[in-house]
C-alpha cells in the first residue's frame, strides 16, 4: 500500500496470533510489542498490610491477560472506525465506535460544589476500649475493635485541578464502615467555621470562589468579594485567622489535625447523653509551610500532599491520628462563657481535657481514583446508634445540603450503592427504583406495614435488630428568624487563638493579613477589615494598616484580654515522627559516592527519612537533577563534600539554570530548613550568603539532621515586627 511506502504504517508494531475464547486461534491480535520484563502497571500489585478490609474487591476490574469488549462483553479485534473504503465516511452502524466516544463524552461528572479537589485513602480504626459508659455505638464497644474507614482530605475553594498548597481550610472527612452502618464525620482541620447559621453557606462560598465576571483569582481568597464578606460577617474571624495562620498552608496531610467542628451528643444504650466535640489529633505531628514556599510549590508541584501522602502509605509508612472526644453535660450548653453550639467556638482544653477513644490508621491507597475517591458522598446525616446531632444551625443544615448535593453529582437517588459509598452490612428498606438500580430486590411487598412479605422487613428496636434511637430531645417554642445573643460575641476567641501563637507564628499570621489585604481594591473593605481586626487586637489592626498604608481605628478594647490555650498552635515544638520527610543531597556526579552521604542515608533511613542526591545529570548514586529539583522537594538541605565548587559565583553549567544549586540552598534557608554541610563544603553555605545560627550545621552529622527535622522549621530565623 502506498502509504506504507512513506512510513506511516500503524505504530503498532507487529501481530500476534493467540488464543482468545471468542475466536479459538484465528484471530490476529493487534498488539503492541512489549519487551521482557516490563513491568505491568495493573495497581493490584500493591499489598495492603493483612487483615486489611478488602469488601472492594469484588468490583475491581483488571485487563492484564484479558481480551479487548465493548462494554457488553463483544470482542473487539480491530480499533479503528468502521468507514467506507480507507478514505470514506465513517458510519453511523459503528457501535463500536458510539459506545466509546459515548462514554467519552459523558465521562466527568460535576465536581463538588466546595472541596472539589480532595485526596482519599482507606485504612482501619482501633478501639482503645469498651465506650459503653458513653455510647451504645458497636465500633466503640470493644478493645481493639477494627473498623474499616476511608478518608477524603481536601482543600475548599479551588477548582478539581487547583493546586494543594493554597491556602485554605482542610476538609478531614473520615467515614466509618461500622457494621451498623456508615458514621461520616464530616469534619475540617479548623476546629471552628466561618458562619453561625447554614443558611448563609451560599453567600460564603460566593464570597470566597474566584470573582464572577473573570473567574479570578482561583483556589484564593486575596480579593474584594471575599474580604468583604468577611468584615461583613465577622463570625469568619476566628476560622479566618487559623486559615492565615499555618493550618490553611500545611506541610502534607500528614502533618494536621482534624475536627467535627460542632457539637454532637453520645448516646448511651439507656438514652442518656453527652455533648461531644470530634478531634483526630495528628501522630505525626503539626508541621506548616512559610507562604513563599506554599506558594513555589504551587508552581512547581501541585500535587505535593497527594504525592505525599500516596507515597507514605506506598511505603508503609502509615499515618495515625488519635480521636478523642471532648465531653460536656447536657445542659451546660452555656457554662463555658459562649454557646456549644455555636461553631465558631472551640471549647479550651483547659475547661474539657480531650479523651481518647481509638485510634485511625491511613495503610490503603485508592486504586482508582474516580470510582473511590471522586465518587465518595459523605454526609453529616450518615448517623449511627450511639451518636446524635444537636442544635447547631449550622449542623442541621448541612444535613439537608450533603444529601441534596449527590443527586446533582450523580444524577439519581442510588449513589449509596456505588462500591465506596455501600455500606458493610446489607440494606434492607422499601426504597426502589430509580436511575442506576444496581440490586434486585426480591420481595413482592416493597411497602411497610405489610402482610404479604410476612411483615418484612420489620422495624428494628433496642433489644432487637439493635434499632437505632435518639436521646431524649424535647422541644417547643415560638418560629423565629433571628441568631440567639449567646452567639453574639464573635472576636474574644479569635483573640484567644492569637494570643497562644509565639512570636513567630503571629508573624507569620500578621504576613498572610498583610498579603491578603494588599490585593484588595475596594478601600471601604480595607477599612472595615482593619475595623474588625481591631476589635480583635489593635496590635493586629496597626501592623496591617501600616502596611497597606491606612491608620487603624482606636483601640475597640471591648474583647480585649490576654487568655491563652493550648493545642491551638500550627506547628509542634518537636515532630514526634519523622517518618516520610526529605532531604537533599546537593552534590555532583563526582561526590556523590562519599562515605559520608552512604552513612548519613543509613541513619537517616532507620527513621523512615528519605534521602535524595542531587547533581547535575543522572547516574549511580544520582536520584535527581539540579535541573528537576527545588528547594521545596526538601525539608533538609545538606551540600555534599566535594560538590562546593557548583556554588561559587562563576561556576556555570548548561544542565541546569545559571545559580540552580545556590538557590536551593538560599531557599532552604530561606523557608526555614535545615541547612548544612558535609566536610569541606561549609564554603557553600558561606558562598550563598547564609550566616551561622540555629538549624545551621557546618560539619553536618546524621544527629543534627535527625534534630533539625524534628524541630521542622527554625522559626527563630524568620524577622518579627517587634
Ligand atoms: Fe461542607 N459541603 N458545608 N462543611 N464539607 C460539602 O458536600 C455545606 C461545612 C465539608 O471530601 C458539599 O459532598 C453547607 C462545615 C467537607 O467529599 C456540600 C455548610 C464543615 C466536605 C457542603 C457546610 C464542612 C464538604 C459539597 C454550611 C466542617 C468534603 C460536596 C452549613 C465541619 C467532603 C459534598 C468530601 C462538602 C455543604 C459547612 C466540611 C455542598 C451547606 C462546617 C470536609 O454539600
Redesign the pocket.
Known amino acids: 500500500m502506498l502509504l506504507t511506502t512513506f512510513g506511516l504504517a500503524a505504530a503498532f508494531v507487529g501481530s500476534a496470533s493467540a488464543a482468545c475464547p471468542f475466536m479459538g486461534e484465528e484471530l490476529e491480535a493487534r498488539d503492541v510489542n512489549v519487551p521482557e520484563g516490563h513491568p505491568d502497571l495493573a495497581r493490584r500489585d500493591y499489598d495492603p498490610p493483612a487483615g486489611t478490609d478488602d469488601f472492594l474487591a469484588q468490583y475491581e476490574v483488571n485487563n492484564t491477560g484479558e481480551w479487548l469488549t465493548t462494554d457488553v462483553g463483544g470482542p473487539i479485534s480491530d480499533q479503528n472506525s468502521l468507514s467506507v473504503g480507507d478514505r470514506g465516511p465513517t458510519l453511523l452502524e459503528d457501535f463500536i465506535f458510539r459506545q466509546k466516544i459515548q462514554h467519552f463524552d459523558h465521562e466527568r461528572v460535576p465536581e463538588?460544589?466546595?472541596?472539589a479537589r480532595?485526596f482519599g485513602a482507606h485504612g482501619v480504626f482501633k478501639s482503645y476500649g469498651n465506650w459503653n459508659n458513653l455510647t451504645g455505638a458497636s465500633f466503640l464497644a470493644e478493645e481493639g475493635k477494627e473498623t474499616p474507614v476511608f478518608v477524603?482530605f481536601?482543600t475548599v475553594a479551588g477548582s478539581r485541578g487547583s493546586a494543594d498548597t493554597a491556602r485554605d481550610v482542610h476538609?478531614?472527612?473520615v467515614r466509618l464502615y461500622t457494621d451498623e452502618g456508615n458514621f461520616d464525620i464530616?469534619?475540617?482541620n479548623i476546629p471552628v467555621?466561618f458562619?453561625q447559621d447554614?443558611i448563609l453557606?451560599p453567600d460564603l462560598i460566593h464570597a470566597v470562589k474566584p470573582q464572577p465576571h473573570n473567574e479570578i483569582p482561583q483556589a484564593a481568597t486575596a480579593h474584594d468579594t471575599a474580604w468583604d464578606f468577611f468584615s461583613q460577617q465577622p463570625s469568619s474571624l476566628h476560622t479566618l485567622f487559623w486559615a492565615m495562620a499555618q493550618h490553611g498552608i500545611v506541610r502534607s496531610l500528614r502533618h494536621t489535625d482534624g475536627f467535627?467542628?460542632?457539637t454532637f451528643r453520645m448516646v448511651k444504650d439507656d438514652g442518656s447523653s453527652k455533648l461531644v466535640k470530634f478531634h483526630w489529633k495528628s501522630l505525626q505531628g503539626k508541621a506548616g509551610l512559610t507562604w513563599e514556599e506554599a506558594q513555589a510549590v504551587a508552581g512547581k508541584n501541585a500535587d505535593y500532599h497527594r504525592q505525599d501522602l500516596y507515597e507514605a502509605i506506598e511505603a508503609g509508612r502509615y499515618p495515625e491520628w488519635e480521636f478523642g472526644v471532648q465531653i460536656m453535660e447536657e445542659g451546660d450548653e452555656l457554662k463555658y462563657g459562649f454557646d456549644l453550639l455555636d461553631?465558631t467556638k472551640i471549647v479550651p482544653e483547659e475547661y474539657v481535657p480531650v479523651t481518647p477513644l481509638g485510634k485511625m490508621t491511613l495503610n490503603k491507597n485508592p486504586l482508582n481514583y474516580f470510582a473511590e475517591t471522586e465518587q465518595?458522598?459523605?454526609q453529616p446525616g450518615h448517623m449511627v446508634r450511639g451518636f446524635d446531632f444537636t442544635d447547631d444551625p449550622?449542623l442541621q443544615?448541612?444535613i439537608y445540603?450533603?444529601l441534596?448535593?449527590?443527586l446533582n453529582r450523580h444524577g439519581g437517588p442510588n449513589f449509596e450503592q456505588l462500591p465506596i459509598n455501600q455500606a458493610r452490612r446489607k440494606f434492607h428498606n422499601n426504597n426502589r427504583d430509580g436511575a442506576a438500580q444496581m440490586f434486585i430486590p426480591v420481595n413482592t411487598a416493597a411497602y411497610s406495614p405489610n402482610t404479604v412479605g410476612g411483615g418484612w422487613p420489620k422495624q428494628a428496636n433496642k433489644t432487637q435488630g439493635r434499632g437505632f434511637f435518639t436521646s431524649n430531645r424535647r422541644y417547643s417554642g415560638t418560629l423565629t428568624r433571628s441568631v440567639s445573643d449567646t452567639f453574639a460575641d464573635v472576636w474574644s476567641q479569635p483573640r484567644l487563638f492569637w494570643n497562644s501563637l509565639n512570636k513567630v507564628e503571629k508573624q507569620f499570621l500578621i504576613n498572610a493579613i498583610r498579603f491578603e489585604t494588599s490585593k484588595l481594591t475596594s478601600d471601604v473593605v480595607k477599612s472595615n477589615v482593619l475595623i474588625q481586626l481591631n476589635r480583635v487586637s489593635h496590635d493586629i489592626a496597626q501592623r496591617v494598616a501600616k502596611a497597606i498604608g491606612m491608620t487603624a481605628p482606636d483601640p475597640d478594647p471591648t474583647y480585649y484580654h490576654d487568655n491563652t490555650t493550648q493545642s491551638v498552635r500550627p506547628f509542634s515544638d518537636k515532630l514526634p515522627k519523622l517518618d516520610g520527610l526529605k532531604v537533599g543531597i546537593l552534590s555532583s556526579v563526582s561526590a556523590a559516592n562519599a562515605s559520608s552521604i552512604s552513612s548519613v542515608k543509613s541513619a537517616l533511613s532507620a527513621k523512615e527519612v528519605d534521602v535524595k542526591v542531587v547533581a547535575e545529570s543522572l547516574a549511580d548514586g544520582i536520584d535527581q537533577t539540579y535541573a528537576a529539583s527545588d528547594a521545596t522537594d526538601f525539608d533538609a538541605v545538606i551540600v555534599a563534600s566535594g560538590a562546593q565548587d557548583l556554588f561559587s559565583s562563576n561556576s556555570s553549567s548548561t544542565l541546569y539554570p545559571a545559580g540552580r544549586p545556590g538557590q536551593i540552598l538560599l531557599e532552604a534557608y530561606r523557608y526555614g530548613k535545615t541547612v548544612g554541610s558535609f566536610g569541606a563544603a561549609g564554603s557553600a553555605l558561606s558562598a550563598v550568603g547564609i550566616p551561622s545560627g540555629d538549624g545551621v550545621y557546618r560539619d553536618a552529622t546524621a544527629d543534627n539532621i535527625i534534630s533539625g527535622l524534628e524541630t521542622f522549621k527554625w522559626l527563630s530565623r524568620f524577622p518579627t515586627d517587634d
Open positions: 463538588r460544589a466546595v472541596h480532595g477524603r481536601s476538609g478531614f472527612a464530616v469534619g475540617n467555621f458562619i447554614a453557606f467535627g467542628i460542632h461553631p465518595s458522598m459523605f449550622l443544615g448541612r445540603s450533603y441534596d448535593t449527590q
